[in-house]
C-alpha cells in the first residue's frame, strides 16, 4: 500500500492499477471493519480508516527514518495504537 500510492495516484482513472489498488485496499478496510466488534457500522468504518491510515503512514515514515532509533517508535507507537485499539473495542463488546 504504502510504496504504491504515489505512484497508483499519478495513474489516470480507469487503469488496472488504480482499480487494482483500490480493491486492495477496500479488502483491508473490510477485514479492519470486521475486527472492530461494535454495533456502530459508521463508527467501525471510521475507527478502520484510521487504523489503515495509521499503519501507511507509520511504514512511510518509519522507512524514512530507518538507521535511526524513531523509525523503531514510530512503527511500535503506530502498533500499540491500533492493537491497542481493536484489543479496547473487543473488551467492550464482550
Same mark, same amino acid.
Given at each position: 500500500?504504502?510504496? !504504491?500510492?504515489?505512484? =497508483?495516484?499519478? &495513474?489516470? &482513472? *480507469?487503469?488496472?492499477?488504480?482499480?487494482?489498488?483500490?480493491? $486492495?485496499?477496500?479488502?483491508?478496510?473490510?477485514?479492519? =471493519?470486521? %475486527? +472492530?466488534?461494535?454495533?456502530?457500522?459508521?463508527?467501525?468504518?471510521?475507527?478502520? %480508516?484510521?487504523?489503515?491510515?495509521?499503519? =501507511? $503512514? /507509520? !511504514?512511510? !515514515?518509519?522507512? /524514512?527514518?530507518? *538507521?535511526?532509533? !524513531?523509525? #523503531? &517508535? @514510530?512503527? /511500535?507507537?503506530?502498533? &500499540? #495504537? @491500533?492493537? $491497542?485499539?481493536?484489543?479496547?473495542? +473487543?473488551?467492550?463488546? +464482550?
Amino acid at each position: 500500500m504504502a510504496a !504504491l500510492a504515489t505512484d =497508483v495516484a499519478r &495513474e489516470p &482513472e *480507469g487503469k488496472p492499477v488504480k482499480r487494482a489498488y483500490l480493491a $486492495g485496499l477496500r479488502r483491508l478496510i473490510g477485514v479492519l =471493519v470486521a %475486527l +472492530q466488534s461494535t454495533d456502530d457500522p459508521t463508527r467501525d468504518r471510521s475507527a478502520a %480508516l484510521a487504523q489503515v491510515s495509521t499503519m =501507511v $503512514g /507509520a !511504514l512511510v !515514515l518509519a522507512r /524514512a527514518t530507518k *538507521g535511526h532509533a !524513531l523509525s #523503531n &517508535e @514510530i512503527m /511500535a507507537a503506530a502498533r &500499540e #495504537n @491500533i492493537l $491497542g485499539g481493536i484489543d479496547r473495542k +473487543q473488551s467492550a463488546a +464482550q
